[in-house]
Structures are given as structure tokens and as C-alpha cells.
């Protein structure tokens, strides 16, 4: 889902109670926070789901914190090495819980350097959906989110 009206639709057919947008698909922290707020009208929690590395991820902290009906800020691992050298360790942690950083914008200090240095080459994003559900009965694999090629 990607838009304020499509999660709108799902909160109102009742017996959802967690919602994970992509701030990076639904239009940002100002359109996600619209969703949250119509999410607490139904007791619904937010769990803002994280795909497109340290930018989204900051902009989900700020989000995160901004908003009464949070579950969790998601996160993969504790950052990856090249996500943390991206934004020179600007996002911290302590005891599980992330620290909201009170830099302006989003918080972080970008090397542009970096990412000049490393542009993307590939033709797809990291996560490939497929058409066909996951059926995990019968040794159905995955590998990064696309469908493996291997039996």
C-alpha cells in the first residue's frame, strides 16, 4: 500500500491493528504521519517498515518519534557497515532503543563522497517482488526477496 486512502480503506474494514509503511513509498514522514494519525483513531499501531537504507532510516526515527501509536522502528541489524559509513555513524542506539537525534533535517551527516563512490549498477532494486505467494510447504526459497533460482 502506498497511499494515506489505500490504508484508509484497510483500517476502516476493521480487525487490522498493526500498519508497516515504507516512508520511501507513501510519500514521507508528512503523509505517514496522516496515516498514523487515522491509525489511532482505530487503536491501530505503526511499525514504519525499512527498504531503502540509512536516508529512509533516519526519516523513520524522526517519524518514530513524532508519533503516540508506535510498535517499533524497525531497523536491519544494527545498520550495516556500509549503511553506517554512509552516514558516518550519525544514527546511535543505547540498550535497544534509538536515540533521536536533535541535528537538523533528518540527523544524519551523508558522505555524498561515499555514495558518488559506490553508484548503483543494477537494473532492479534490492527487494524483487514476485507475483505467485511464498508457499513455504513446499521448499519455496527466497534470496534477497526475489524467488530463488536454485530447487
Same mark, same amino acid.
Given at each position: 500500500?502506498?497511499?494515506?486512502? @489505500?490504508? !484508509?480503506?484497510? +483500517?476502516?474494514?476493521? !480487525? *487490522?491493528?498493526? &500498519?508497516?509503511?515504507?516512508?520511501?513509498? *507513501?510519500?514521507?514522514?508528512?503523509? =505517514? $504521519?496522516?496515516?498514523?494519525?487515522?491509525? @489511532?483513531?482505530?487503536?491501530?499501531?505503526? =511499525?514504519?517498515?525499512?527498504?531503502?537504507?540509512? *536516508?529512509?532510516?533516519? =526519516? /523513520?526515527?524522526?517519524?518514530?518519534?513524532?508519533?503516540? /501509536?508506535? &510498535?517499533? =522502528?524497525?531497523?536491519? @541489524?544494527?545498520?550495516?557497515?556500509?549503511?553506517? $559509513? +554512509?552516514? $558516518?555513524?550519525?544514527? $546511535?542506539?543505547?540498550?535497544?532503543?534509538?536515540?533521536? #537525534?536533535?541535528?537538523?533535517? +533528518?540527523?544524519?551527516?551523508?558522505?555524498?563522497?561515499?555514495?558518488?563512490?559506490?553508484?548503483?549498477?543494477?537494473?532492479?532494486?534490492?527487494?524483487?517482488?514476485? @507475483?505467485?505467494?511464498?508457499?513455504?510447504?513446499?521448499?519455496?526459497?527466497?534470496?534477497?526477496?526475489?524467488?530463488? #533460482?536454485?530447487?
Amino acid at each position: 500500500m502506498t497511499t494515506k486512502a @489505500e490504508f !484508509g480503506t484497510l +483500517l476502516r474494514a476493521g !480487525g *487490522v491493528k498493526i &500498519l508497516q509503511p515504507a516512508l520511501g513509498r *507513501v510519500g514521507g514522514i508528512w503523509e =505517514a $504521519k496522516k496515516i498514523a494519525a487515522m491509525a @489511532e483513531v482505530f487503536n491501530a499501531q505503526m =511499525a514504519p517498515h525499512l527498504y531503502a537504507g540509512p *536516508v529512509e532510516w533516519a =526519516a /523513520n526515527v524522526h517519524f518514530a518519534a513524532s508519533i503516540p /501509536n508506535l &510498535l517499533i =522502528a524497525e531497523t536491519i @541489524e544494527t545498520g550495516g557497515t556500509f549503511h553506517l $559509513k +554512509l552516514i $558516518k555513524n550519525t544514527i $546511535k542506539w543505547e540498550d535497544g532503543y534509538i536515540i533521536p #537525534s536533535d541535528a537538523p533535517g +533528518l540527523g544524519i551527516d551523508f558522505d555524498e563522497d561515499l555514495a558518488r563512490a559506490h553508484p548503483f549498477t543494477g537494473t532492479g532494486l534490492h527487494l524483487q517482488m514476485q @507475483e505467485a505467494p511464498c508457499d513455504y510447504r513446499h521448499g519455496n526459497r527466497f534470496e534477497g526477496g526475489a524467488p530463488s #533460482s536454485k530447487a
